[in-house]
């Protein structure tokens, strides 16, 4: 009783779970009315759409008016297929289902066999009538052919009309990408919202995107722009939703590895050598079916390895200061000796006698051409004067020699690189029946304990980011 009660409570647990996973996706719709020749509505004609790909289907029946509607349809290409006893089928193939679109379908049936059927084949491009929300579709083709440097979809966002591709900050990880804090229509960088899968995917710092998948995972995005639906009300700029690649009835994968290499690289203006610059992007996806038209999983990685370098400049002791001359710099030899002991140490170390450097004689001064004028004329400071940890670093190479000539510095340098490591990863598993998802993960002892619930077949989602 205790197992049957725990496994009970698992099971409520995963659905509330599992169903609110389903109620966030992002999806489109297909609605229409049937009626016959004559114009008059057909109600109870049964409705069923198809995912070419996976073979999933969804199916409705016509109300009392003759009007259908499939609301939440995972994006992909459907086939519809519209049957009523005593009419012809009427079939449309090749329905494409973007983000949030929402197209209409009517069908008007003829009078025939049900064996016989009217099929129509629509165009990939069609305009939505039934939605008033303003925004671009890019599809998986387009973001895979687009040069991208970094591999980030918010690169993309500036294809859309409306959307400044810069930002004031210019904020935004080097090798990673920007976090998509764009302008769009003259808002806020901070005012959009962003979604994957249908969940709210954005930081809580500058309203970016926290999360930006694998470029090959994603099938397509879609960013709204004007005319939000009320579901996205909350954000004044822009509404950007990506959908990721699911697995279908047939196992695919790719790999891929963009490398970028200091042996491409040209030498910048004040340096004399390149910069370090190594930078790979490599990762693999694959997906298929775990149950043929039922149960299916897409993993993707992708992996960041990169070493860069940029030219840093500043001021370093001249090549006279190295000898002891400080003549370029005299006007700084300022001050006087800081009483008797600093004077002995002085005598000692230049091997002068103990009257020669006084407790507060100048150190120099302009025309000074004598010792026994100064401690150090025609600023030259000689090197056994010096502090043996200054010569130490010296001898070490601690303190460089200068390399370039320049009114403001006599050093650059692009040796020292800093290092970048990014993993990210991607696991999707869709089902078609929440129930049988149940019983794929949990096995056929929880189904036989519990009562199978009769639900309208649907398809329903887990989506995990590593």
Known sequence: MRKSLCAAVAVLTFMFFALALASASITGSISGVVTDASGAVLPGASVIATDTLTGIKTSVKTDAKGFYSLPALPIGTYDLEISHAGFKTYRKTGMVIDANAAIRADAGLDVGA???????????????????????????????????????????LALQPGVSPYNSGDTGTPGLGDAGNQSVNGQRETSNGFMVNGSNVEEGKNNGAAIIPNLDSIEEFRIITNNFDAEYGNYSGGQINVVTKSGTNNFHGSGFEFLRNTALDATQYFTDSVPVFRQNQFGSTFGGPIRKDKTFFFVDYQGTRQTQSSPATTTVPSAGNFTGDFSDSASSLTGSVGGPGFAAVLNQRMSLSPNTIFDTEPYYFDGCTSQSQCVFPNAFIPKQAWSPVAVSMLNLGLIPQPNVTNPTFNFSSSKYAQTLRDDKGGIRVDQNSLWNLIRLLFHRRLSSELPVPKWRSHRSGVYLRL
Do not use: C, F, W
């Not at 303003?134 to 687009?146: D, L």
């Open 114 to 156: 049900i064996s016989e059927q009217v099929e129509v084949r629509m165009d990939s491009v069609h305009v939505e009538t039934q939605s008033t929300q303003m925004g671009e579709v890019i599809e998986s083709k387009s973001i895979e052919a687009v040069p991208l440097n970094g591999r980030s979809y918010i690169d993309l």
